[in-house]
């Protein structure tokens, strides 16, 4: 569990060198604790100063997903770094209401609020999509299939099963089994105990198309149905979108347009001379965008007329589809806008 024990960790890719590694013991040592933490009352001898490398074998890190950010966090004493972007940071215990909370001692902008084994991150000022282990549920959580239709929601404590021409059927349920990528879901007992278990991999629903971050396998009274689950939003956001085509035709690599997918149904990027910003929002069958603004910043024609498509197509998106995890499509009546993620390494 997050937080739960600072000296159980699972093993995960050294993301600082030795050499960094040393700077931060030195840096917890004079920097976070303080001076005056080890000030030597008068007439004692002074104290002999003994510095602790810390590795990856000794502190390892554990690696959260946020949306499709990776970060990695590991404990150093009462303190926790945090590392976003290849960047690490040393983080104080502070305040709070529950959950385990840590700040930037340097920039109160950057903190890391663990609840069980959920993480909300901010970075400098940036809130991050909420952090989890690859193959979370996080509540409030929703799979569902076809053919028969189901659905269950899981709301933290209780799973609501749905099924046409029954009434919906809410029990107490639990987490049974966390595994490298997915968990299982248990409500319920006797004959109407269900059972759901989940992976993280891309999940199209059959009927409208939508893509999914999690695939769902349903146990319930003797049936076994397939199915996706999970918030599509995670799909979209914590990663940099590069559009390589437009309409089929190659864009420059030197010029090619960036989207980025943000929490709070945010959209902005760059469209390969100016920057843009506005919303966007997944319907049950698709996406919507709308409140397109950008900067004036003028360009050359070629960029421009590059500028003027991009943005003309993006605000008539009405669907995504993904021909790769790592490969999306926005479908407008025009044509198609195909973006590749660009994955930041830990």
């Known amino acids: ?48 100063l003994r510095v602790t490398e810390i590795s990856q074998a000794s502190h390892p890190f554990e690696t959260l997903y946020c949306a499709r950010q990776p970060v990695q966090y590991r404990f150093l004493g009462d303190a926790l770094e945090l590392v976003v972007n290849n960047e690490s940071r040393i983080l104080t215990p502070a305040i709070a209401a ?39 549920l996080i509540p409030p959580y929703k799979a569902s299939g076809n053919e028969p239709f189901w659905s269950v929601a899981f709301d933290g ?40 278990t989940v992976e993280e991999a891309l999940c199209v629903d059959t009927m409208s198309g939508m893509p999914y971050p999690q695939q769902a396998e349903l146990q319930y009274q003797s049936n076994t149905w397939q199915g996706c689950g999970g918030d599509p939003n995670r799909l979209l956001q914590g990663v940099t979108w590069r559009v390589a085509q437009l309409n089929g035709h190659e864009i420059n690599a030197q ?51 590059q500028e003027n498509t991009f943005l003309g197509q993006l605000q008539d998106v009405n669907g995504i589809s993904f021909d790769t995890v790592d490969t999306l499509i926005l479908n407008t009546p025009e044509g198609e806008i195909r973006a590749t993620a660009q994955v930041k390494a830990l």
């Open 255 to 305: 010029t090619r347009p960036e989207i980025h997918f943000m929490p709070n149904n945010r959209i902005a990027g760059s469209t390969g001379c100016n920057r843009f910003f506005g919303e966007y929002a997944l319907t049950g069958e698709g996406m919507q965008i709308k409140g397109l603004g950008s900067t004036r910043m003028a360009c050359s024609e070629k960029l421009m007329t």
């Open 98 to 136: 529950s959950g385990a909370r840590y700040v930037a001692p340097s920039d109160p902008t950057t903190e890391f609020w663990g609840k069980g084994t959920l993480a909300n991150i901010t970075w400098s000022d940036q809130a991050l999509p909420v952090c989890a282990p690859a193959g979370t």
């Open 157 to 196: 404590w209780d799973a609501t099963l749905t099924q046409p021409g029954k009434a919906p059927l809410t029990q107490d349920a639990q987490i049974s089994d966390t595994r490298t990528k997915g968990q299982t879901l248990v409500a319920g007992s006797g004959a109407n105990m269900l059972k759901l």
């Open 1 to 48: 569990m997050l937080l739960k024990n600072a000296r159980s960790h699972s093993s995960t890719k050294e993301s600082t060198s030795n050499s960094s590694a040393l700077k931060i013991a030195i840096a917890l040592f004079a920097g976070v604790f303080g001076q005056a933490a080890f000030a030597t009352p008068a007439g004692a001898p002074e104290p002999t």
